[in-house]
T-cell receptor
Framework: DAEITQSPRHKITETGRQVTLACHQT?????MFWYRQDLGHGLRLIHY???????NKGEVSDGYSVSRSNTEDLPLTLESAASSQTSVYFC???????????FGQGTRLTVV | RKEVEQDPGPFNVPEGATVAFNCTYS??????FFWYRQDCRKEPKLLMS???SGNEDGRFTAQLNRASQYISLLIRDSKLSDSATYLC??????????FGKGTMLLVSP
């Protein structure tokens, strides 16, 4: 079955380190998204991509970057991890902009 | 006004009760509407799409009211397993889906 997977599921890192969270989907969806979810804020969009080599900033993009070198993967990089980036990160994909998105199981990141 | 607004709850209901949530959206040109369910510390999962004519899936009924710019979700005969947070999602024609912060439902025995 087609799916979307994130790795790692849990990670603890130190302040200042570079961290990359992986997202891989096998639906051949053009659109991929990264969200973070914190108590009181709901899901907040970090970056998104409409296709290979396309990337766009979301509402909370500072300190994060993405690259899209193929259809299946959209890795999220924290350039220099900060304690404020401790959160649960969800990757999602969709067929088109207006259709439902399907989520990965999430990565729980703790920055100490 | 926020793009998508939901009452955060929690809605506390007994098993077997009927419960309804509303969600308002600000952009009258919004095109697509969805309800997602999110269990604690898990990923959001699509519950149902919301069509102009309304739609039903078992105990769940979704309605769209374009004139008043809200969508609703009705759950009949609530089960303990319905306890979750329900997210309202709207595509307004801009770039991406907009998620509400969610309404928490707690179903008790």
């Amino acid at each position: 079955d087609a799916e979307i997977t994130q790795s790692p599921r849990h990670k603890i890192t130190e302040t200042g380190r570079q961290v990359t969270l992986a997202c891989h989907q096998t639906w051949n969806h053009n659109n991929m998204f990264w969200y973070r979810q914190d108590l009181g804020h709901g899901l907040r969009l970090i970056h998104y991509s409409y296709g290979v080599h396309d990337t766009n900033k979301g509402e909370v993009s500072d300190g994060y970057s993405v690259s899209r070198s193929n259809t299946e993967d959209l890795p999220l990089t924290l350039e220099s991890a900060a304690s404020s980036q401790t959160s649960v990160y969800f990757c999602a994909s969709s067929v088109s902009r207006s259709t439902e998105a399907f989520f990965g199981q999430g990565t729980r990141l703790t920055v100490v | 006004r926020k793009e998508v607004e939901q009452d955060p709850g929690p809605f506390n209901v007994p098993e077997g009760a009927t419960v309804a949530f509303n969600c308002t959206y600000s952009n009258s040109a919004s095109q697509s509407f969805f309800w997602y369910r999110q269990d604690c510390r898990k990923e959001p999962k699509l519950l149902m799409s919301v069509y102009s004519s309304g739609n039903e899936d078992g105990r769940f009924t979704a309605q769209l009211n374009r004139a008043s710019q809200y969508i609703s979700l009705l759950i009949r005969d609530s089960k303990l397993s319905d306890s979750a947070t329900y997210l309202c999602v709207v595509f307004s024609g801009y770039s991406t889906l907009t998620f509400g912060k969610g309404t928490m439902l707690l179903v008790s025995p």
